[in-house]
C-alpha cells in the first residue's frame, strides 16, 4: 500500500518507463510553519522599526542599512510564504518534486520574517548580519567535518553512530598535544600543527574501533557506534577531571588559531566576514570539501566507494575488496572528524571541555540525511544547523522577546523540521548497515 502523503508517476517514453516518486511532506510542511509564523504575528504584533546592518567598518563597499517595518515586513513574509506554499502544492499535485531553490526561498523568507519581527520588539532594534554569519559558519564547521565523515562512512556502507566520539577524542588530544608541544621551545605554531594532527590520528583510532567491530567481526554497526559514543565521554570525563583539571596551564592551555585574513576577498560585504575572514582550519574545510565531492563523484575511489555502499556483493565479483575498502575508507572518515574537534579547543574555545561537543556528533548525522548523503548539499545543512545555534546568541544580545527556553531548542527544532518535514523521501545507500559476509 502506498503511504498517503506520496504520490508514484510513470512518464514514458519510446523504450523507457520513468517512476518518479513525489512527497506531499514539503508542502505540508511549509503550510505548518507559515500558519505557525502568522499565529506567531497575531498573537504579538511588534511595530517597531527593525534594523539590519549588512556591513562592518572594515568592508571595502559600505551597505547602507536596511530598516523594516516590523508589521508591514512581516505580513508581507506572510503572504509570500503562503504563495510559496501554493506553488510547492501545485509541483506536487502535478506530480513534480518540489525543487532545492524553491525551500531556500521559503527558508529565507521565513527567517527575514521571523528576524524582523523579533528585532522589532528588541531593546537594541538592531541585527548585525556580518556577525551574524561569520558566527554561523563557526558553529558549523565542526557539524560540516561530522558531516563530511558520515556522509563517507555510509557512502562506503558503515552507518557512523560514533561521529560524536570522534568529535570528541579529537578535542580532547589536540588540546592536550597542542599544549604540550606549544608551550615548549617548538612554539605554538608547531604545537597548532601537532594537535591538529593528533586530533586527526585520534578520531581515526576511534574508527578502527568501530571498523574492526563492524566490518570483521559484523557486530550491529549502531550499537558499536553507541558503545563507542559512551567509552569516549566517559574516558575524557575522567581524565579531565583527574588529569587536565589539577593541571590546566600545562595540559590544557593550547595555543588558539589566529584569524587569517585574505586581502580583498575579506573586505567584500557580507560574504568577506563569512568566509575569509577564518582562521587555517576553516581554510582546510574548504579544500575537504572541495576533495570530498570530486573524488566522490569524478574519480575512480569515488567510484569504488559508491560500489561497495550500494552492491557489495557485485563489487567483490569485479575485484573489488569490499572489507578493506570499508576499513581504510571508515578511518579516512575518523580523521576528517577529529580535525572537526580540533576545532573546538584550537579555534574556538580555546581548551577543552566536559562533553563539550554537545551533541554537535548527531546534528551531523542529521545533516547527512538531510543533505541525501552528497557533501555539498550535508555541508549546506550543517550550516542551516549553525545558522540556528548562532541565532539563539544573536537575539538573547539584542534583548529580543523571544523566550530563552524557545531559542536553546531552536537548532533541535530546525533539525527535526528539515529531516522530518522538508527532506521529502530520500533514500541512503543501499548496503549501509548491512554486513558483508563474502561467501
Known amino acids: 500500500m502506498t503511504a498517503p502523503t506520496q504520490h508514484h508517476a510513470t512518464t514514458s517514453s519510446p523504450g523507457l518507463d520513468t517512476t518518479v516518486v513525489v512527497s506531499w511532506k514539503a508542502p505540508i510542511a511549509f503550510a505548518v510553519v507559515t500558519v505557525l509564523l502568522a499565529i506567531l504575528f497575531i498573537a504579538s504584533p511588534h511595530a517597531g522599526d527593525a534594523t539590519f546592518r549588512l556591513s562592518t567598518g572594515s568592508d571595502l563597499i559600505q551597505l547602507p542599512e536596511l530598516v523594516l517595518n516590523g508589521i508591514v515586513a512581516t505580513w508581507i513574509g506572510v503572504v509570500l510564504l503562503a504563495a510559496v506554499t501554493v506553488a510547492s502544492a501545485a509541483l506536487v499535485r502535478a506530480k513534480r ?35 551574524l554569519l561569520a558566527g554561523a559558519l563557526s558553529l558549523s564547521v565542526p557539524l560540516i567535518f561530522g558531516a563530511l565523515c558520515g556522509v563517507i562512512s555510509e557512502r562506503v556502507g558503515v552507518i557512523n553512530i560514533a561521529i560524536e566520539g570522534q568529535l570528541l577524542a579529537g578535542a580532547f588530544t589536540s588540546a592536550v598535544i597542542a599544549s604540550v608541544i606549544g608551550q615548549g621551545v617548538l612554539g605554538p605554531i608547531i604545537g597548532q600543527v601537532a594537535g591538529l594532527a593528533a586530533a586527526a590520528v585520534a578520531g581515526v583510532l576511534v574508527a578502527f574501533v568501530l571498523a574492526a567491530f563492524s566490518i570483521k567481526y559484523f ?15 566517559g574516558l575524557t570525563s575522567f581524565l579531565f577531571s583527574q588529569v587536565l583539571a589539577p593541571n590546566a596551564s600545562l595540559l590544557n592551555a593550547p595555543p588558539r588559531l589566529e584569524r587569517i585574513p585574505i586581502p580583498i576577498l575579506s573586505e567584500i560585504p557580507l560574504i568577506g566576514p563569512m ?62 572528524a577529529g580535525l572537526g574537534g580540533a576545532f573546538f579547543t584550537l579555534g574556538a574555545v580555546g581548551a577543552f571541555g566536559k562533553e563539550m561537543t554537545a551533541g554537535a556528533g548527531f546534528i551531523a548525522l542529521a545533516a547527512v540525511i538531510f543533505g541525501q548523503w552528497d557533501p555539498i548539499k550535508a555541508t549546506l545543512a550543517a550550516l542551516l544547523f549553525g545558522f540556528a545555534s548562532n541565532l539563539q546568541n544573536t537575539l538573547s544580545v539584542m534583548g529580543s522577546p523571544v523566550p530563552s527556553e524557545f531559542m536553546l531548542m531552536l537548532p533541535y527544532v530546525v533539525t527535526i523540521l528539515a529531516v522530518a518535514g522538508f527532506v521529502g523521501k530520500v533514500r541512503g545507500p543501499a548496503a549501509a548497515g548491512k554486513p558483508y559476509i563474502k561467501s
Open 219 to 233: 557486530v550491529d554497526q549502531v550499537i558499536v557506534g553507541v558503545v563507542l559514543n559512551v567509552l569516549v565521554i
Open 97 to 131: 518534486r518540489v525543487p532545492l531553490w524553491l525551500l531556500v526561498v521559503f527558508a529565507v523568507i521565513a527567517l527575514m520574517a521571523f528576524l524582523t519581527w523579533a528585532a522589532a520588539g528588541a531593546r537594541t532594534p538592531v541585527i548585525p548580519m556580518p556577525g
Open 275 to 336: 568566509f575569509f575572514r577564518q582562521t587555517i582550519i576553516i581554510y582546510v574545510m574548504y579544500l575537504i570539501v572541495a576533495l570530498v565531492y570530486f573524488g566522490l563523484f569524478h574519480t575512480k575511489w569515488g567510484l569504488r566507494l559508491r560500489s561497495v555502499g550500494e552492491h557489495p556483493t557485485a563489487a567483490d565479483t569485479v575485484g573489488i575488496n569490499v572489507a578493506r575498502t570499508r576499513f581504510w575508507n571508515v578511518s579516512l572518515a575518523g580523521a576528517i
